[in-house]
């Protein structure tokens, strides 16, 4: 039998639709041999709207998951994870709380001095930041720089979506993507 599970779940904790528990019943109905949640991590961030929003919550977050992993295990298999931030202090630490099975590093953001803009927030917002920059391509290689950054600073277990600069890309008609630069740099 091929075995199906997805690692980078959100819940109600952060920008997901769903109870963790919801999530977990629809994985067994699909047959999933294993679901792992990956909320958000807590961030200082004052603009973080995606986040778990206090440690508390985090704590909550990661013990709601410990508990259905006892009350599931003889259905599925359960992970509790964590999307890190490349800029937030927690994320610079090894892997976050020792309760992880495994930690997402993720850049949401571009960054130029202290100034942030989400990468994946609203079309307007990714246009302020590529006026900021000047171009598309400075604005994405400064993206890329970004998650090199990271993955020499941080000890996440997975890569989370290296391609989230392209979110907007079809709908807005930008066609940075066919050009040789960003093909090349991809």
Not at 101 to 114: E, L, R, T
Not at 150 to 167: A, C, E, P, Q, R
């Amino acid at each position: 039998m091929k075995e199906k599970q997805n690692l980078h779940t959100h819940s109600l904790f952060c920008d997901g639709q769903d109870s963790i528990e919801d999530m977990i019943k629809e994985a067994i109905k699909q047959n999933f041999t294993s679901i792992g949640f990956s909320s958000h991590a807590y961030t200082a961030f004052p603009f973080d709207e995606c986040g778990i929003k206090s440690k508390e919550d985090e704590s909550v977050y990661l013990d709601t998951i410990s508990s259905l992993k006892e009350k599931y295990k003889q259905e599925i298999k359960i992970y509790s994870g964590l999307e890190l931030e490349s800029r937030d202090a927690f994320s610079l630490s090894p892997k976050g709380p020792s309760s992880l099975d495994y930690s997402i590093g993720s850049v949401h953001y571009f960054w130029k001095d202290d100034k942030a803009w989400s990468v994946d927030y609203t079309p307007e917002v990714f246009l302020e930041a590529k006026e900021a920059f000047g171009s598309f391509r400075s604005l994405i290689e400064s993206y890329w720089e970004e998650v090199i950054r990271f993955m020499n600073v941080s000890d996440y277990s997975i890569l989370g979506h290296i391609d989230l600069v392209t979110k907007f890309v079809e709908k807005e008609g930008w066609e940075f993507e066919s050009y040789s630069w960003y093909k090349d740099g991809a």
